[in-house]
């Protein structure tokens, strides 16, 4: 018979462990889908890793692992489905955010024929406005970057065995896996889901993280800000032909322009064009810089009982 593999990345959810395992228990033995739970706990702080330890030990459907650190939750998600066995796999928050109920209709879906399915925002949940703002922005530019709608995707989705296999054939270590499902292709659907609110915790994204989070996404999904260095090379070449022309012909008509505040108004410009475009092209130079260390993506401490699978994320 099929199982379904459950991926939840867990960073501080100590609160939200049992809750989660206790919910999806009843939905998934209500639906009759034979299923594994698989949290990753990414070096938690508080007794999270203790919590899927305690849950482990009682239910054979659930085991778990523990980063050695903080890992991030794209690191976690990969280290879940490195260890899932299931022939389909959802991920999902495990703090509920993403509503369990949904499960059924997903795997419904599956075995349909579909290999992938997409959990779709219908509203975003509680959030501030600046949040939803930035959110908005950064997925529209993705949206135009790399020609896919991102703008109501979400980590939530069921992915079929071949397309969890075509993910860890790669070798590259910065993923989306927001948007990795889409560059995959097979037939995929979408299903619509609201953001539930989230009951114990926080939400453990600050602004500094999700502005490194979208920097980082964008660079190792798009070349277009490289480019974008090259457009921002021509416009100025253009702008200095038209100087260069007008200064020439004053020149010579003997009215020059004189004095500092045009040179150092240039200087200026052309610095700060120059320094932004090396910063452009310096992250990607610290992408592959990333890429060439070829550095483990997570490192697992323990896991619970004996699982089968790499435990140190290449
Ligand atoms: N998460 C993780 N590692 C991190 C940050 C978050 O595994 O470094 C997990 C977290 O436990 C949760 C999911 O990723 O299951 C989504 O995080 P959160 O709820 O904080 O984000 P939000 O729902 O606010 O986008
Ligand atoms: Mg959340």
Request: net charge neutral; glycine share 8%; proline share 2%.
């Amino acid at each position: 018979m099929a199982r379904l593999s459950i991926v939840l990345p867990s960073y501080n959810e100590q609160q939200n462990i049992a809750r989660t395992h206790q919910t999806l228990q009843d939905i998934l033995t209500q639906a009759g889908i034979e299923y594994e739970l698989i949290f990753i706990s990414d070096g938690s702080k508080d007794g999270t890793y203790e919590e899927i330890k305690r849950i482990a030990a009682r239910d054979p459907n659930v085991k778990g692992a523990e980063f050695s650190r903080n890992f991030g939750k794209e690191a976690a998600i990969f280290a879940g489905l490195n260890l899932a066995l299931g022939d389909a796999v959802i991920v999902m928050d495990c703090d509920l955010q993403h509503p369990p109920k949904m499960i059924p209709e997903m795997w419904k879906l599956w075995q349909e024929g579909y290999e992938v399915v997409e959990g779709v925002k219908n509203s975003r949940g509680k959030e501030s406005l600046f949040h939803k703002l930035a959110a908005g922005g950064f997925y529209r530019l993705m949206s135009r970057m790399m020609h896919i709608d991102m703008a109501a995707t979400s980590d939530y989705k069921l992915l079929d065995r071949k397309v969890v296999n075509v993910l860890l054939d790669l070798t590259e270590r910065n993923t989306f896996f927001r948007a990795l499902s889409f560059w995959a292709g097979f037939r995929s659907t979408k299903i619509y889901y609201d953001v539930q609110e989230r009951a114990f915790g926080e939400s453990k994204w600050s602004f500094g993280s999700l502005m490194r989070y979208a920097i980082s996404n964008v660079t190792s999904f798009s070349t277009i800000p490289l480019q974008m260095v090259t457009v921002l090379g021509v416009v100025s070449i253009i702008f200095s032909l038209i100087l260069a022309v007008q200064t020439l012909v004053r020149f010579l008509l003997g009215d020059s322009v004189e004095g500092f505040t045009t040179v150092i108004l240039l200087i200026l410009i052309i610095g700060g064009f120059i320094m932004l475009s090396l910063g452009i092209i310096g992250h990607y130079l610290a992408r592959i810089y990333e890429e060439v260390k070829g550095r483990p993506r997570y490192i697992i401490r323990e896991t619970t009982g004996d699982i089968r699978g790499n435990v140190n994320g290449r």
